[in-house]
């Protein structure tokens, strides 16, 4: 073999080793490329999970916003919706005739009364608790009390009924006060009959 046959083979060799080289280098890029694609779908796979998961939290939280919002305001127009209620209540009894007013004022303040030499006050506007319905009192008190009642010159800041004040201490029978103990041990049977069951609210 002479030296141009040498070189010939030589190349030859070189040819086929790097074509093999390169055969080898494209499967693993081909390889590679869809190891690639797969991770890449993988990933776009999982991140429209996420999204989508994120999107449903999103929903869930706003939709319990929601809810919250208007359980409030429910709430809020309930309390309103008792308010009013009572508020006529209170007009009701401002607005009795005067002789059924008196005759309820009357038997309030003798039911209030704790010694009998109280002071009433009465509210700015109010002229239908006057001298004879107090002397009526006195002479309805029996035995234990003192039957001095006086009605006060000083008015208080009320819609109607009366405080009965001695020194210091003094008991709030107005219209405001009696309507609003009646709120607290009528409002939940009130609440439950005017609204029904509630949960569909929720």
């Known amino acids: 073999m002479n030296a141009e046959q040498v070189v010939e083979k030589i190349l030859a060799e070189a040819n086929a080793e790097a074509e093999k080289i390169r055969s080898e280098a494209h499967g693993k890029a081909d390889e590679e490329a869809s190891r690639l694609q797969a991770e890449l779908e993988a990933f776009e796979k999982e991140t429209q999970r996420l999204a989508q998961a994120a999107a ?56 209030a009364v704790e010694t009998g030499d109280e002071k009433i006050l009465v509210g700015k506007k109010e002229t239908r608790i006057n001298d004879r319905v107090i002397k009526t009192v006195n002479r309805q008190l029996g035995p234990g009390f003192k039957g001095n009642l006086e009605l006060a010159s000083d008015r208080a800041d009320i819609r109607g009924g009366f405080i009965l004040q001695r020194g210091n201490i003094r008991i709030n029978a107005s219209t405001e006060v009696l309507v609003g103990q009646i709120r607290q041990e009528l409002e939940t049977e009130l609440a439950q009959l005017l609204f029904g069951d509630e949960r569909g609210q929720e």
């Open 56 to 111: 449903e939290d999103k929903k869930a939280r706003l939709l319990a916003a929601a809810r919250m919002d208007n359980r409030k305001q429910y709430l809020s127009a309930q309390v309103e919706l008792l308010d009013e209620v009572f508020e006529k209540a209170i007009d009701r009894i401002q607005s009795l005739p005067e002789e059924d007013y008196q005759a309820l004022m009357a038997a309030l303040m003798a039911n």
